[in-house]
C-alpha cells in the first residue's frame, strides 16, 4: 500500500511540474473576454537579438491567448503585446505607462501595429494610463486589464456561456 501512494504522489509531482505553468496574477477585466490570468513562461523570448522575460495572458471567454515581452532600453521598459488579432506596446518610463504602435525597430522581426482590429478612441484613452515606474506584474496586469478594449471586438473573438 505505502508503495502505491509512494507511487501515485511521484507520479502527481512530475505532472505537476511538467505540465504547471506559473501563475503569477488573476484579476478581472470588466470586457467582453472575461477575468484574466497572467503565467511567467519558463523560457525567454528572443526579440531584437536580446533574450528578454514574458509572459501569456489568457481570458475567461475567448481561446485567444496574448504574450507579453519585457523589452528594456536606455530610458524606458517596453512591454511588447502580441496577439493574434493586435500587437502593440505599453512603454514603462520615469513619468507615465500607456500605450504606443509599435517602433519602427520592431519592423525587422516582422512585427508592426494595424488599424483594422484597433479600437482608435479606445487607444487614444490609454496614451496615459498611470505613473511611470511600476514592476513588471503590475504592468502586465494592468496590460491584462485594459488591452482587451483595445480590440474590436466581435463575436468570432468571444463564447459564450
Known sequence: MKKIFLTTVLIA??????FGQKVVAKGQTFSALGNYRIQ????PVPLKGAE???YTISYENT????????????????????????S?????????????????????????TTDE????????????LGPGQQSDIESTRMIAAYFPFLLNTNTTMVAEK
Open 52 to 54: 528578454c522575460k514574458a
Open 117 to 128: 482590429n484597433l479600437d482608435r478612441s479606445e487607444y487614444f484613452h490609454q496614451k496615459v
Open 63 to 86: 481561446p485567444m491567448e496574448v504574450k507579453v515581452v519585457v523589452s528594456k532600453d536606455r530610458k524606458c521598459k517596453k512591454f511588447v503585446v502580441l496577439s493574434d488579432k493586435l
Open 13 to 18: 509531482a512530475a505532472c505537476t511540474v511538467t
Open 88 to 112: 502593440v506596446q505599453y512603454v514603462c518610463n520615469d513619468v507615465y505607462f500607456g500605450v504606443e504602435r509599435l517602433d519602427k525597430s520592431f519592423e525587422k522581426e516582422g512585427l508592426r
Open 40 to 43: 511567467a513562461t519558463e523560457t
